[in-house]
């Protein structure tokens, strides 16, 4: 028995799908349930609650040419 997935952002379970979906045979929403869960993962991106790890960044400004 497979698992169906489920929407990262509130955990809801996809709809199956359907030949009237895109060619992927997924929604325009996918991997999200609904365009209000891609918004809000979106949102955590621009807010920076998600980051990617890395080195860390010099915050001296380079551009202080005297």
Known sequence: MTEHPRC????RALPEPDSSMKSSGRGPEFPFC?????LLDLDKWFTGSYVIPGPPVDTV??????
């Open 8 to 11: 990262p952002a509130c955990d």
């Open 34 to 38: 609904s365009k209000r869960c891609r």
């Open 61 to 66: 400004d380079t551009d202080d040419r005297e």
